[in-house]
């Protein structure tokens, strides 16, 4: 069993900032890639960022520039920072990992979300 729980959403103006952070806690081997996510109301869950074990990040379009995720591995947290946010960057915010069981097995979770509204 995978935990994820994120934290470090709300309510901001444009322009500003917030860091999101997810813990990931249970019972497993090891964690490989680690992420975000958002959904914005109507829309499809789309990438945001994404970090593997060995340091390697992903960037989404639209974000390229503002948000910087970063890990933890130690703590098997995951964070975003998100500068310079827009109206358009709306919506529930997911973390995400690939989890390696103890079968070696590969397990995709996901935390429950956490909403960040960008007001204009």
């Known amino acids: 069993q995978v935990q994820l729980v994120e934290s470090g959403g709300g309510l901001v103006q444009a322009g500003g900032s917030l860091r999101l952070s997810c813990v990931a806690s249970?019972?497993?081997?090891?964690?490989?890639?680690m992420g975000w996510y958002r959904q914005a109301i109507g829309k499809q869950r789309e990438l945001v960022a994404t970090?593997?074990?060995?340091?390697?990040?992903n960037y989404a379009d639209p974000v390229k520039g503002r948000f910087t995720i970063s890990r933890d591995n130690a703590k098997n947290t995951v964070y975003l920072q998100m500068n310079s946010l827009k109206p358009d960057d709306t919506a529930v915010y997911y973390c995400?990992?690939?989890?390696?069981?103890?079968?070696?097995?590969?397990?995709?979770?996901w935390g429950q979300g956490t909403q960040v509204t960008v007001s204009s």
């Open positions: 995400n990992a690939a989890v390696r069981t103890w079968a070696w097995d590969i397990i995709n979770s």
């Open positions: 249970g019972s497993f081997r090891s964690i490989n890639a």
């Open positions: 970090s593997t074990s060995g340091g390697s990040t």
